[in-house]
């Protein structure tokens, strides 16, 4: 699933801007909904990431902040306020909540359409679910190559879906792995899109697999 700080590194939502709760971007996120009030909590999703314009509560403080308060409480994902002529500014006190809770909270400028943030987080989300099936699926052939190649079922089925992948029908095949030194502490996911890259300029086919070392010292 889709993680907040996933979000905030495309550049089609570079008009949020995180002023509180940063520590809690590891969140999933699981879909978007616009929220005007607090009694319409209930009907939000957790991992959802809302947004409100404060349409119904024209700077009221309060309210906003018991808003925020059952938002973080229905288990969301993060908040997004619209800030202009309804939330002219975000008071100290959703600040200094969001981050004793790890909670994201995040401004965005009136003049952005909540329409086209709507529909950016939308096809980000799906675009992630497509990614993160297309990675099991390699993940799920990879382990059938190397376990179970030599049950019949596979030896036939394998090769199609290698095929599927740009793999040349009899192609050789081999394993590379990478580990860090024993002495070292960092895994080796710090070093994922050099190495990525260095067989894309080496390999012309390969299915890259993501594998966490925890080291024990």
Wanted: charged letters at 20%.
């Amino acid at each position: 699933m889709a993680t907040i700080s996933d979000l905030l590194l495309e550049p089609e939502f570079r008009q949020l801007h995180l002023i509180a709760g940063e520590k809690g971007v590891y969140r999933q996120l699981s879909g978007i909904n616009v929220i005007e009030s607090a009694d319409l909590i209930p009907f939000c999703r957790p991992n959802e990431l809302l947004v409100t314009t404060g349409i119904q509560m024209k700077n009221n403080a309060s309210q906003l902040e018991e808003l925020i308060s059952k938002s973080f409480e229905k288990k969301v994902a993060g908040f997004i306020i619209n800030t202009g002529p309804y939330i002219s500014q975000v008071p100290l006190t959703i600040i200094q909540f969001a981050n004793q809770n790890h909670f994201p909270i995040f401004v965005m400028d009136w003049n952005y359409r909540i329409a086209d943030l709507l529909k950016n987080t939308f096809q980000f989300i799906s675009l992630k679910q497509q990614s993160l099936h297309e990675q099991q699926s390699d993940e799920k052939l990879l382990y059938n190559l190397i376990f179970r190649y030599d049950q019949n079922i596979f030896r036939t089925s394998i090769p199609q879906q290698l095929e599927k992948r740009g793999f040349p029908k009899g192609a050789e095949l081999g394993i590379i792995t990478c580990t860090t030194s024993s002495s070292s502490k960092n895994s080796i996911n710090r070093y994922t899109a050099i190495i990525f890259y260095e067989f894309q300029k080496r390999y012309n086919y390969f299915l890259p697999q993501n594998i966490t070392i925890n080291s024990s010292s």
